[in-house]
């Protein structure tokens, strides 16, 4: 079975506060994926990742920034974490083949205080 | 840009009952791909079913069914014979048939409860 950790499921910050949040997959996929789900917003893709060292904004970058120096791990990092950063976090990862399924990871709910 | 919406944020269904989750989107492109994508309480989302546009046969897993109309740009999920499990975070999902772009489109998903 395909399996995507994340660091943390629970995560309190204080405002200004760098934070770094991790996910790890098994499955060797190229393609990871960071998420930011708000309820009535559905989710919002932060940044995705097509290869070791590569990635690409997606629909709202602003205040994240991320890091793939391994295959197998992504990490979505909150320079100067902000209230309105409040969210669950979600990571998939996938293989690049049109049709394949993005597998998700368990997420991890940040507040920032 | 890709828009993809459901309408109807709840809905509820009484266990062994049939239950149809509605979702639209809007787009130019004519090959790409729909998913319905299902989120349990405390739980990790799971791919529930997928289709190709190109393909004119309704895609069914299980008890899972879709109902693909690609001139009126509609995909609802149709889940018979319901059961307690069923309930959870229903997301609708778009992807261009692009090589190179696995970018998912998410509606705002839609909360479904199931009663026994």
């Known amino acids: 079975d395909v399996k995507v950790t994340q660091s943390s499921r629970y995560l309190v910050k204080r405002t200004g506060e760098k934070v770094f949040l991790e996910c790890v997959q098994d499955m060797d996929h190229e393609n990871m994926f960071w998420y930011r789900q708000d309820p009535g917003l559905g989710l919002r893709l932060i940044y995705f990742s097509y290869d070791v060292k590569m990635k690409e904004k997606g629909d709202i970058p602003e205040g994240y920034s991320v890091s793939r120096e391994k295959k197998e791990r992504f990490s979505l990092i909150l320079e100067s974490a902000s209230t309105n950063q409040t969210s669950m976090y979600l990571c998939a990862s996938s293989f690049p083949r049109y049709l394949d399924t993005q597998y998700f990871g368990p997420g991890t709910r940040l507040t920032v205080l | 840009a890709q828009t993809v919406t459901q309408s109807q944020p709840e809905m509820s269904v009484q266990e062994a009952e049939t239950v149809t989750l509605s979702c639209t989107y809007d787009?130019?492109?004519?090959?790409?791909?729909l998913f319905w994508y299902k989120q349990p309480p405390s739980r990790q989302m799971i791919l529930v079913i997928r289709q190709e546009a190109y393909k004119q046969q309704n895609a069914t897993e299980n008890r899972f069914s879709v109902n693909f109309q690609k001139a009126a740009k509609s995909f609802s999920l149709k889940i018979s014979d319901s059961q307690l499990g069923d309930a959870a975070m229903y997301f609708c999902a778009y992807r261009r048939d692009q090589g190179g772009s696995e970018k998912l489109v998410f509606g705002k998903g839609m909360k479904l409860t199931v009663n026994p």
């Open positions: 787009t130019s492109e004519s090959d790409y791909y």
